[in-house]
Every structure is written in structure tokens, then in C-alpha cells.
């Protein structure tokens, strides 16, 4: 384990912040998280974990010791008739993983295709796009418990996954995650509810075909991150109480909605921001997407207080026009190295 001074870290997360870490490290095997601990005590700084760099806001200035969690394998753990049990490091690519496990004809995880980042960030979020989240699939995540200095394992149950959430999200610096163990099928069940998803697929109805039309329509609305940097979806479709959508559908009847459990209604964020009029509209040098309004971009070295600038800015208009409070997803760091919550 070999810790690196004053490292940049503006190719190692998808918006391009320019961000220097005072300390880094490389963690290749689920004991060097251990001795990085270590260090980070004795020399008396905090540990930031970072995985695909696609779903972070970082400061310019880091004071701490930056994991950077690179653990490989995917080991087959158990299979019976209809299901198979993978273990997957942590620093496996998600997208390659996808890609694996339609070759292996493992079926589930074709509708998240193209998710950037790597497998140990995506229960954290709990990964979710065209009608799947990663959660249906997960059996299990094994972490290092920084609060009872211990390796565990959790069960999928267990990390409470709901919409862009989980245990991860409630305990934000205890858990770091340093493999994910998925049950997958091996009797393909194509999820085909989402939009025009069912009309691209057509009849041809396989696994691999299903994976390359969510491909398709990913790569027709969202930007490349290596051309446009950005970390996907930036705020959280809004869910809201039945009452409150009534009042908003009643000025707004076009507005779309997805209806949730207990009676709640989810609403897209995309087309509140898109009717604000910030869908292709940049304050200085970041802005909304031109054909995604909920993707926000770095058009040339924005640092997060740009970044800030301009969300605060469409955060206000969306509340002024609508009354609804956006919530950015992309998790925030501090100067310290800590997860702070995003202020309203
Ligand atoms: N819309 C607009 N204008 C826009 C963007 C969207 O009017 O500029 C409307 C669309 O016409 C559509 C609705 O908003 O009626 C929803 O748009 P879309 O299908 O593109 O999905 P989304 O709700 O914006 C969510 C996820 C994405 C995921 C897609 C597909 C969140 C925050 N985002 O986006 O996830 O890929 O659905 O399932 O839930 C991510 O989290 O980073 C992400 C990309």
C-alpha cells in the first residue's frame, strides 16, 4: 500500500472538478482498507471513499485520505435451477459487469447497461433506470464497518433500498463496501414497462437485444461524460403526497407522473427544469443538457462553486414556478473529506 501526497483528482470523477487530495491510496484487496485506516488515524485525517468518481461533488482542496477502491473478481459463489450467486469486487467497471453477465446469459441487469461508475457504488444509490433498481438483484454487500472496525456482510434486506436509496445513504461515513454479491436469473425476464422501451425492443425479444436498446436510448439522451462531464441525473425525481400533486396538476395537467406506494405520486424532474426554461441554458461555464434538462454539465473547468452557482439557481426557479424543492442526488464531500448533507 503506497500513500500518494497532493494528488489530482479531476480525472477520477465525471464532472471534472479540479479536486487536490492531500493523501490517496489505492485499495487493490479488502485488507489494504484496513491499513489505510490506520493511516488516516495516526496522521489524524478523515477517509474519503471514492469508487467511479460518477456520482461526486468534491471540493477543490481535500484535506484526507482518499480510498480509491480498485478491488477486482467476479467469482460464481453458488447456482441452483433457476437463479446464480456472483460476488463482485467492488472496483469492477458496473457497465462491464452488465455486459459479463448477458455474455454468461445472467439474466436482470440488462435495463441498468451504461450506468457509469463501479459495482461497489451501486447499491449505494441503489442504481435504478428503465423500470429496474440494482436492489432487486443484490444479495448481499460486504463492507468493512468503520463503527464497529469490523468486514460484514449485509443482506439485500437489510440495506433498506428504496428510490435512489439505501442504509449506505442513512449511515453516510460508516460503511465502505468492498465487494456486492447479486442473485441473478438464468431464465431471462425482461422488464419492458418502462416508456418506449417495449417499442424498441420490437419482437425480438432477448436479453442481448433488450441490453442494447436501453444502450441506445441512453446514448441518445444523455452526454458521454468523456465529452461532457457530468454524473448523470443531478437531482431526485421529487416524490410527492397525493394532495400536493393534486394542487400542481391542476395548473400543470401535462406534467409527467409515475404513481408510488402510499398513495405518492413521483414526478419528473427533468420536465420541471426543462419548463423553467434551463433545458440548453448555462450560468458561466455550467449548465443543463440540451436534450436532458435533469443532467447537469461542466462546459469548460467549472470548480463546485460554479457547480453550486448554477443548481441553487435552478433549484429556486423550479421552486418559484412549481413550490417543489429539488434534491440534488450526486453525494457532497466537505474540505474535510466528510459527507455533507446538501443545504436547502
Ligand atoms: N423530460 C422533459 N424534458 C427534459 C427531460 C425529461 O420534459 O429535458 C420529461 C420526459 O419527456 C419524460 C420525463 O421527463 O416524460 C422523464 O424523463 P426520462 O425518461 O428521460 O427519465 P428521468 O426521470 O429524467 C430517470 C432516472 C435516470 C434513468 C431514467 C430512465 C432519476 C433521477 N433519473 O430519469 O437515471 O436513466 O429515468 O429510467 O431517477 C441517473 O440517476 O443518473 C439517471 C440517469
Known sequence: MQVQAQVQLKNLNTLNLSAIASHYVQINHPDDVIEALNFAEQHNLNAL?????????????????????????????????????????????????????TQQQWFGLQNLALIPGLVGASPVQNIGAYGVEVGEFIDSVQVYDRQLKVFDSISGSDCHFAYRHSIFKDYPNRYIIVSVTFKLLKKADLKLSYGDLKQAVGEEFTAENLQNQVIHIRQSKLPDPKEFPNVGS???????????????????????????AHSNVKVAAGWLIDQTGWKGKQLGSVGMFDKQALVLVNYADATLADVKNTYQTVQSDVKQKFNIQLEPEPVLYSEQGLIQAHHV
Open 49 to 101: 471513499i471514492l469508487s467511479g468518481g460518477s456520482n461526486v461533488l468534491l471540493p477543490q482542496q481535500i484535506q484526507a485520505l482518499v480510498l480509491h477502491l480498485n478491488i477486482q473478481g467476479i467469482n460464481v459463489l453458488a447456482e441452483d435451477e433457476n437463479t446464480i450467486t456472483v460476488k463482485v469486487g467492488a472496483g469492477q467497471v458496473w457497465h462491464d459487469f452488465v455486459l459479463y453477465s
Open 234 to 260: 443531478f437531482f431526485k425525481n421529487p416524490i410527492l403526497t397525493e394532495a400536493e400533486f393534486g394542487k400542481i396538476a391542476q395548473h400543470f395537467p401535462n406534467i409527467p407522473h409515475y404513481p408510488q
